[in-house]
């Protein structure tokens, strides 16, 4: 597939204000792929968290920042499924009654990539192997799966950067228990489905976890650290970028 060579990153919030690193990674892995990477300043939050509670006022809003930002971009890179979900999916159906803006949205959301699926979008395939390569297993999040359709593309990126010290983990399509305002709203249930993912991801012995959202991760490294463990959290571009500084030494 072809695709524009200059790409704008969308940091997101979690990434911007508590996993810094990870747009750092973004940038090094697209860079080293032939991407030439921008980053707009003027960016804010896509407003997930609006549609969320359902304060379509305020999600507009945001929608509409969303647009005036990045309209003019050849091509939009995210590190989150979710996001992703919400400008592709979810903000086309907030202007279902104004044809003129749909439109504009439904083309915004045709350029708006999660970061792994535009990797594999662009026909990157040979990636480095991992230079200390450790027992790692993957969360196959809701918003990845469900929300924009993504499967086995994560999956395959770690086998070739890790080999045998990739795992699958058990019953990874299961939520784990955050969903935004879910976690809030039903404590209970969330907190059991994340004892259950927890234990998923005990069960494999793995030492490092990865995933498409970091939101999701949060919730897992809160729920592991809770209970003693010390397990790293680590967003997928993370491991990628540090396979690259590897084949660099």
């Not at 860079?31 to 359902?54: H, I, M, S």
């Amino acid at each position: 597939m072809s695709l524009p060579n200059h790409v704008s990153l969308f940091l997101t919030c979690s990434a911007e204000t508590l996993y810094p690193d990870v747009g750092r990674a973004c940038v090094k892995v697209l860079e080293a792929a032939g991407f030439t990477v921008e980053f707009r300043q003027e960016q804010t939050c896509c407003g997930q968290k609006w549609l969320n509670t359902n304060e379509t006022r305020e999600a507009k809003l945001m929608a509409r920042h969303f647009l005036q930002v990045f309209e003019s971009a050849e091509v939009i890179v995210a590190p989150s499924s979710s996001c992703v979900d919400t400008v592709r999916n979810q903000y086309p159906d907030l202007f279902s009654d104004d044809p003129g803006l749909h439109a504009r949205f439904v083309a915004l959301g045709e350029k708006t990539y999660e970061f792994c699926e535009f990797l594999d979008k662009a026909g990157i395939r040979e990636l480095p192997v991992h230079p200390n390569p450790v027992p790692t297993t993957y969360h196959s999040t809701c918003r990845t799966l469900r929300g924009i359709g993504l499967r086995g593309v994560a999956e395959n990126y770690l086998q070739q950067l890790l080999g045998d010290r990739f795992i699958e983990l058990p019953e990874s399509e299961t939520c784990c228990g955050f969903g935004g305002t879910f976690s809030v709203k039903l404590p209970e249930v969330s907190g059991q489905l994340l004892q259950d993912k927890l234990d998923n991801i005990f069960s494999t012995g793995a030492e490092v976890v990865t995933a498409l959202d970091l939101s999701c991760m949060t919730h897992l490294s809160a729920g592991a650290k809770k209970q003693g463990r010390t397990l790293r959290f680590a967003h997928l571009a993370e491991l990628l970028a540090e396979a690259l500084d590897g084949a660099e030494q």
